[in-house]
């Protein structure tokens, strides 16, 4: 079973950047799986934020592409969020979690952390 | 995008009942390369992270019981719980990978009733 561990502030300020940070254990990082964030929110529910390929390569959800990074420290096993610019409309609980091959959606999620926008 | 529809928005169901949940999409998630509906739902309990259930529309994951089962193909989908428990009380989404971005369902809420 993998597990994943999201950390980071859980408070931001508007305009300000969300750092969040997913240490993975029981898999290394650089097997072959797709790392992603997702979020949650009462008003938009769940929501797909983006992914990182076990070869580097990123998607992102469109209307946040903009602002979005997602990226890999292997040394330390782990995945990072980056939200630039960030408004109220950024509060959520976000999640960390594992696809696996075969489109066969989410594996293993991680607690959540949340996170909120606000001065 | 593929918007995911999900009906109804909550669904209170006797103990032992069944309870059957539909997701919709807004165009075809059979993905070509494997053939397969790439439609996967979730279980949400509170204060939990979503947990798969059944992905390929129909498969359903190791240690779930096999009172779930999901069915369906191209756009029209279904999760059935054949007998309700009630740790099954949760919030049940499903979510379309056939193409980017990977969207989900706005959630149906399951309660006893």
């Known amino acids: 079973q993998v597990q994943l561990q999201e950390s980071g502030p859980g408070l931001v300020k508007p305009s300000g950047t969300l750092s969040l940070t997913c240490v993975v254990s029981?898999?290394?990082?650089?097997?072959?799986?797709?790392w992603t964030w997702v979020r949650q929110t009462p008003g938009k529910g769940l929501e797909w934020i983006g992914e990182l390929s076990y070869s580097g390569y990123t998607n992102y959800e469109p209307s946040l592409q903009s602002r979005v990074t997602i990226s890999v420290d292997k040394s330390k096993n782990q995945f990072s969020l980056r939200v630039n610019s960030v408004t109220a409309a950024d509060t959520a609980i976000y999640f960390c979690?594992?696809?696996?091959?075969?489109?066969?959606?989410?594996?293993?999620w991680g607690q959540g952390t949340l996170v909120t926008v606000s001065s | 995008d593929i918007v995911m529809t999900q009906s109804p928005d909550s669904l209170a169901v006797s103990l032992g009942e069944r309870a059957t949940i539909n997701c919709k999409s807004s165009q075809s998630v059979l993905f070509g390369s494997n053939n397969k509906d790439s439609l996967v739902w979730y279980q949400q309990r509170p204060g939990q992270p979503p947990k798969r259930l059944i992905y390929w529309a129909s498969t359903r994951e190791s240690g779930v019981p096999d009172r779930f089962s999901g069915s369906g193909s191209g756009t029209d989908f279904t999760l059935t719980i054949s007998s309700l428990q009630a740790e099954d009380v949760a919030v049940y989404y499903c979510?379309?990978?056939?193409?980017?971005?990977?969207?989900f369902g706005q959630g149906t809420r399951l309660e006893i009733k």
């Open positions: 979510q379309q990978y056939k193409s980017f971005p990977y969207t």
């Open positions: 979690a594992r696809a696996s091959v075969g489109r066969k959606g989410l594996d293993d």
């Open positions: 029981g898999a290394s990082i650089s097997d072959v799986n797709w």
